[in-house]
């Protein structure tokens, strides 16, 4: 599937809610799969990343059952009584689900193959067997298990002290999760703090961790007790229209209980920085374990930025929208040391650099840095995804600033995180031609 698209010439107005966080929905089911009890959730991710970790826990043996797409009721196992799977679990696009589920199977003893599509079999994942190896479970795959499928047989696990050269929740999150089932303490430290939702799930879900400036414990024989609540918006779908509120001029956009995470605002404090209007900022309650916000957003004249290695986690999935906002920016925008872009669903910094230099943007790739000098009047052209997700919603972003008409090809990625992406366009009345 394919767009086309043209310059936006009027204000976007409306109130959004967004599907559930992704980041939320996969915690959701795999918290609630091994707690004791039911667990019961309302706006999970729909999308293909969140099915297919449903999927694998399904094959794992736990009863879940849709009463719609969104809204979950999953009769957990405990930590102990997954079942081997009778044949290989495929977690397609999605790095979440394959990482944190080898954690959890390097727990259990039973073997088990992990696989999924020609980009998550190329993305690597030595950054989480190597400790899984070290903690005591056997894993194999090619270039040392550092590629999927990965073949793996789990069992009697020892704590260990992980110290992560790279900060990623998705390797922390792997490592305390078969945390839970070692012996003794395991604990992992990260250069700065990622995403924290594992540690607040485990938390919300009756688990007892140690946090200790950048390093974060655990201790084995633990239980998890079921739990029920509404997932909160995903504030990294969110950004593309945050961007649009930002750049098009004469619009109103409003946001509901949108995920207000402080390890995920990077992209707020940058567009605040970037002189981005944010109104009625109103911390709301808490939903679950997360903590949620009500804005809106005002278009104004931006300025440049620079965001330096440490920041990047707390941004890393909103670089590509960045990039696109840096093309309408006055002045030299500066994203130092972005290599984990390369290693995304596609290599991000090389999508964003060859995709928005067809539409006229002046952006270069020196080394991992990114540079973007604005303000530019980008121009249609034909662009492609690269069948990755962001990079196609911040290539639509961009094909709404720009003059003449915009194509961009190869739209299904857009279904692994954000399934109703055209229907929320079509709220704020954009117009686009699906072809
Ligand atoms: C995620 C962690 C991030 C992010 C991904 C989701 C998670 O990756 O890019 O989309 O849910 O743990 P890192 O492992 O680089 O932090």
């Known amino acids: 599937m394919d767009v086309k698209i043209k310059k936006t010439d009027h204000g976007l107005l409306g109130k959004l809610s967004f599907p559930g966080d992704k980041s939320l929905s996969h915690r959701a089911i795999i918290f609630g799969s091994l707690a004791e009890g039911e667990s019961h959730f309302t706006n ?23 009463s719609s797409p969104t809204e979950l009721y999953i009769k957990g196992k405990g930590l102990h009584a997954l079942q ?21 199977l390097a727990g259990n003893p039973f073997e088990a193959t992990l696989t999924g599509d020609l ?35 789990g069992g009697k696990l020892r704590g260990i002290e992980a110290e992560l050269p790279i900060s990623s929740a998705q390797v922390k999150s792997a490592i305390l999760l078969a945390g839970l089932y070692a012996e003794g303490q395991t604990s992992v430290t990260e250069p700065v703090r990622s995403r924290d939702h594992t540690e607040r799930f485990l938390k919300y879900f009756g688990g007892s961790i140690e946090e200790n400036g950048l390093t974060v414990s655990i201790k084995g024989g633990q239980k998890l007790k079921a739990k029920s609540f509404e997932i909160a918006g995903d504030i990294s779908s969110a950004a593309f229209f945050m961007a649009m509120a930002a750049l098009v001029k004469g619009s109103a956009i409003s946001f509901k209980e949108v995920l207000w995470n402080p390890t995920r605002l990077g992209i707020v404090e940058v567009m605040k920085r970037m002189g981005a209007h944010f109104d009625e900022l109103k911390l709301s309650d808490t939903k679950g374990p997360e903590v949620i916000s009500d804005f809106s957003i005002q278009p104004r004249p931006l300025n440049a930025f ?12 909103e670089v590509p929208i960045l990039t696109v906002l840096a093309t309408q920016a006055k002045g030299k925008s500066i994203i130092y040391e972005a290599d984990e872009l390369r290693v995304k669903e596609t290599d991000r910094i090389h999508s964003m650099v060859s995709q928005l230099s067809k539409m006229g943007a002046r952006i270069e790739a020196k080394g991992n840095t990114i540079v973007v000098e604005g303000p530019t009047a980008l121009h ?21 600033m720009a003059d003449g008409e915009t194509m961009v090809r190869d739209l299904e990625c857009i279904n692994t995180s954000f399934p109703n992406f055209f229907e929320l366009l079509k709220k704020v009345k954009v117009g686009y031609e699906l072809c």
């Open 306 to 317: 620079e965001i330096k290695r440490e920041e990047l986690p707390s941004l890393i999935d």
């Open 119 to 153: 980009s998550l079999c190329s993305r690597p994942m030595r950054r989480v067997t190597d400790y899984l190896k070290q903690m005591g479970a056997t894993l194999e795959g090619r270039d040392d298990a550092n590629f999927a499928p990965i073949r793996m047989k």
């Open 84 to 104: 081997a799977p009778r044949e290989d679990i495929d977690l397609g696009n999605s790095g979440t689900s394959i990482r944190l589920l080898m954690g959890i």
């Open 380 to 400: 249609g052209a034909k662009v492609d995804s690269l069948k990755d997700h962001r990079t196609a919603m911040s290539l639509i972003v961009a094909g709404m």
């Open 44 to 66: 999970v991710l729909a999308g293909e990343d969140c099915v297919c970790t449903r999927k694998a826990f399904e094959k794992l043996g736990v009863e879940i059952r849709a």
